[in-house]
């Protein structure tokens, strides 16, 4: 059967396409840190960078990075003196990580969808380049509102589509040749990097993830569209 590429919500039935995507993201773990450098010139840093700075005083409270990878926001949050959990489904993105020194508080295998914590238990979740791959967003949303603690954030970061036409044009140029071919070749793994910039082309718009969150129970909802929308920041409160 040939993977559907595009990016679809699935709140009641999401384990096939889960088992999908570990399948792919475990195949890409060898070339995955040096492609996002190449493939984002480098400007993931200064995204990433933003996030720090909107999680606030990482000294107060726990944290939790879901969709970790390899740890390179982890290392961050750890860093700025966060009492870290870093997250993902991927053993081998996990174990890539540990070898790299770039997960350094604990590390949990689990789906970010059934979070394996108590309630209210972290005063900061962090989720970057991760949530366009979960189907059962909705799930997800509940699951993160619920080991937030009061008055604790979640913060989103994820890859985007501009909204200036021209720049639009060009990014998806960018989406539809360079991306799939750099990461195919550099990775071996074409049906991957086909997969990754099909999710950017075919996932839910920012304002869609803000109602959903809103849903979900956050309020303070902020949108940051970063570097011509081409990546978006989103911040809300419990
Ligand atoms: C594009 S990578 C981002 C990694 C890292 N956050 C970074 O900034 O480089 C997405 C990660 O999300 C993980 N992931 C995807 N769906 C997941 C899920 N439902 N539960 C846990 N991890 C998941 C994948 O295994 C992969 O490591």
């Known amino acids: 059967m040939t993977p559907d590429f595009s990016y679809s919500v699935n709140n009641s039935d999401p384990n096939d396409r889960k088992r999908f995507i570990r399948g792919m993201f475990d195949s890409i773990v060898p070339t995955y840190d040096l492609l ?47 009492s870290l959990v870093s997250l993902d489904f991927s053993l081998p993105m996990l174990a890539a990580g540990k070898s790299r020194g770039w997960l350094r508080g604990d590390s949990v295998a689990a ?3 059934r979070l394996p914590f108590r ?66 070749l550099v990775s071996g793994k074409w ?24 849903r979900a129970g956050f309020g303070k909802v902020v949108i940051n569209r970063l570097t011509f929308g081409i990546a978006t920041v989103i911040c809300c409160e419990k």
Request: proline share 4%; charged share 25%.
């Open 36 to 82: 996002n450098r190449l493939l984002s010139a480098g400007i993931d840093r200064s995204w990433r960078k933003f996030v720090i700075k909107e999680a606030g005083d990482l000294k107060d409270g726990r944290a939790l990075d879901l969709c970790c990878g390899t740890g390179d926001l982890s290392l961050q949050l750890y860093r700025a003196g966060a």
């Open 191 to 214: 049906a991957a990097y086909r997969y990754l910039s099909r999710t950017i082309e075919t996932f839910l718009d920012p304002d869609d993830l803000a109602a959903r969150l809103k």
């Open 119 to 184: 309630d209210g238990v972290f005063r900061v979740l962090t989720v970057a380049f991760g949530i366009r791959n979960i189907p059962d967003i909705d799930l997800f949303m509940a699951e993160a509102f619920r080991a937030t603690r009061p008055g604790g954030r979640l913060i989103i970061l994820e890859l985007t589509r501009p909204s200036n036409p021209l720049v639009r044009a060009s990014y998806n140029f960018y989406l539809r040749f360079v991306l799939p071919v750099a990461g195919g």
């Open 111 to 113: 789906d970010a969808s």
